[in-house]
């Protein structure tokens, strides 16, 4: 099982980018999957989940109608559009594979994301 995310970067207050998480080694549309983030000194935080057709997402508040989860199953492919981003969302993000008793068994190496001006 491999997770590989890329996309991140530093960008400035307002401004977006899209997160992606290629993965490879198992049946990626058999999962769920998630982002979880942790922002320097803090601990792990959740932010969003799409379930394996991506017919139902899922948001921490922190994000809610900013950031948009994705998956492309054909290209084994998650995706984390955020917009309108704040400096609290200085992160490194991970992508994250569900299990089926809901605890993320596999994740990817993280990406880091800045947000400042």
């Known amino acids: 099982v491999q997770l590989v995310g890329s996309g991140g970067g530093m960008v400035q207050p307002g401004g977006s980018l899209r997160l992606s998480c290629a993965a490879s080694?198992?049946?990626?549309?058999?999962?769920?999957m998630s982002w979880v983030r942790q922002a320097p000194g803090k601990g792990p935080e959740w932010v969003s989940t799409i379930w394996t057709s991506g017919g139902s997402t899922f948001y921490a508040d922190s994000v809610k109608g900013r950031f948009t989860i994705s998956r492309d199953n054909a290209k084994n492919t998650l995706y984390l559009q955020m917009n309108s981003l704040k400096p609290e969302d200085t992160a490194l993000y991970y992508c994250a594979r569900r299990s089926i008793s809901r605890e993320y068994d596999y994740w990817g190496q993280g990406t880091q994301v800045t947000v400042s001006s």
């Open positions: 080694g198992f049946t990626f549309s058999s999962y769920d």
